[in-house]
């Protein structure tokens, strides 16, 4: 197991649990005791833990794991329900992109698309995230619109009035929302209140709002509302989600497209 993937799975272990001993990690990941020893260390020197006495917890009371480490995280789902969130964006649209691992999938799959590569625009794309305007700024076929702000480290998304500023002044056809969960009751919700008040903003601006999760994420809630659950018309996730909870968002209103 490279050092890379250690630390991905030790950081989701400590998000699940609060706590890790060493002992126990070092016999879950298949190596030594020295090797977790180590790698304890440079998270904690990267403040991405904090070293306790034979283990380690998590740094602060409230812990959102930073998207840098979350990329392996149900990566093939994300990859199969970005395509699909891919294949219902028409060519020429203006589509708006929150961050997150699942909506950076979304922005390469759109990259990919054969028919988007010869009009200009073909798309119009309009982001707070800053890896995913970096990763379409070389495409020629697409407008890549940021909307300012201040970046917060945790997403690599902008957050505050500046980009409050730029998203009152256009319209979308199509927002794309990364969540953290997503319930009937609850609707989509974020860990920051920040980063959820941009993300409505950006729903509020479209046409259509299509939310990508994986099925780990419904039913499930986090603490800062980004939108009500009708205003989604489109769930798109994988075929681990519960047919018991697509029934109930199908009931609800909203076409679920399950890959």
């Known amino acids: 197991m490279s050092r890379d993937a250690r630390w991905n799975t030790l950081l989701e272990l400590l998000v699940e649990r609060g706590r890790l001993d060493v002992e126990d990690a070092a016999a879950e990941l298949g190596v030594s005791a020295a090797t977790i020893r180590r790698d304890l260390d440079q998270l904690a020197e ?3 833990l904090v070293r306790t006495r034979g283990g380690a917890v998590v740094h602060g009371v409230s812990y959102e794991l930073p998207l840098r480490y979350k990329t392996a995280r149900h990566a093939s789902e994300k990859q199969r329900i970005a395509k699909a969130v891919a294949d219902l964006v028409t060519p020429g649209e203006t589509v708006g992109l929150t961050g997150g691992t699942t909506t950076t999938e979304v922005a390469r799959a759109l990259a990919t698309r054969g028919d988007l590569g010869s009009a200009t625009p073909a798309l119009t794309v309009v982001t707070n995230a800053l890896n995913i305007a970096n990763e379409l700024a070389v495409r020629p076929q697409f407008k890549i619109v940021v909307t300012g702000g201040v970046a917060r ?3 690599y998304e902008l957050i505050g009035p500046l980009a409050d500023g730029v998203l009152g002044q256009i319209t979308l056809d199509v927002a794309v929302l990364g969540v953290v969960a997503f319930d009937l009751l609850d609707g989509a919700t974020a860990h920051d209140e920040t980063e959820a008040a941009i993300n409505r903003l950006l729903c509020e601006r479209a046409e259509r709002v299509i939310v990508a999760a994986d099925s780990s994420k419904l039913g499930q809630r986090a603490f ?3 939108c009500p659950a009708e205003t989604v ?7 681990a989600a519960p047919p ?3 029934r109930r968002f199908e009931e609800a209103g909203i076409t679920v497209v399950v890959v």
């Open 224 to 226: 800062a509302r980004i």
């Open 46 to 48: 990267q403040q991405m």
């Open 244 to 246: 018991e909870t697509v």
């Open 153 to 155: 480290a945790q997403s």
């Open 233 to 239: 018309g489109t769930l798109v996730t994988d075929t």
